[in-house]
């Protein structure tokens, strides 16, 4: 099944504690963002990657950190998590080609204490 | 930057009736895609429907049909006779060139029985 895979979905964490969030697809696809969600505010793109070892910022990148090693693997990096990065946090991709969907993960809810 | 605009934090709509909803975009681009994501209180983003902004005919899907006015930038979503089902958060989404893609607020929508 063609899917994007997060995790984990639900995390309660620490300020200062870091932690990484996975992201994963099996669709091959070259394009993957993270967003994140807050009441009011819609979604909101973090980072982004076009390809292996390309990687930049969106809108709100302060606080977060990303690699793209591998083509199917975008993984969110919290180096040092604080309150206002409390938020529900999605990965997507898509194929370089084609109708400009973004296929989405099922979201992490994070809520940093 | 392009900008998504929902004016419509809120709508309810009696089920079986139809409802519409509201979204302005702006972009000095003349070719792009619009989107409307359904998100339903599971959280994951489900695509309804998606219109290329060259084609002149409005998309539909089954009950979902868009109504896109390209010079207006106004891409409205009509769901027609309502399920209790509809009852999400829908965004809708703008996009260019494979680039990010812009999501506006969201607008909640409840089906009343």
């Known amino acids: 099944e063609a899917q994007v895979t997060q995790n984990p979905r639900y995390l309660i964490t620490v300020t200062g504690k870091k932690l990484t969030v996975t992201c994963s697809q099996n669709?091959?696809?070259?394009?993957m963002s993270w967003y994140r969600q807050d009441p009011g505010l819609g979604l909101r793109q973090i980072y982004y990657?076009?390809?292996?070892?390309?990687?930049d910022k969106g809108d709100v990148p302060e606080g977060y950190k990303v690699s793209r090693k591998e083509k199917r693997n975008f993984p969110l990096i919290l180096e040092s998590p604080s309150p206002n990065q409390t938020s529900l946090y999605f990965c997507?991709?898509?194929?370089?080609?084609?109708?400009?969907?973004?296929?989405f993960g099922e979201g992490s809810r994070l809520t940093v204490l | 930057a392009q900008t998504v605009t929902q004016s419509q934090p809120e709508m309810s709509v009696q089920e079986a009736e139809t409802v519409t909803l509201s979204c302005t975009y702006d972009?000095?681009?003349?070719?792009?895609?619009l989107f409307w994501y359904k998100q339903p209180p599971s959280r994951q983003m489900i695509l309804v429907i998606r219109q290329e902004a060259y084609k002149q005919q409005n998309a539909t899907e089954n009950r979902f049909s868009v109504n896109f006015q390209k010079a207006a930038k106004s891409f409205s979503l009509k769901i027609s006779d309502s399920q209790l089902g509809d009852a999400a958060m829908y965004f809708c989404a703008y996009r260019y060139n494979n680039n990010d893609m812009r999501f506006g607020a969201g607008t909640r929508l409840t089906v009343k029985p």
């Open positions: 990657s076009m390809n292996v070892e390309v990687t």
């Open positions: 669709m091959n696809h070259e394009y």
């Open positions: 972009t000095s681009e003349s070719d792009y895609y």
């Open positions: 997507a991709s898509s194929p370089w080609t084609g109708f400009g969907e973004l296929f």
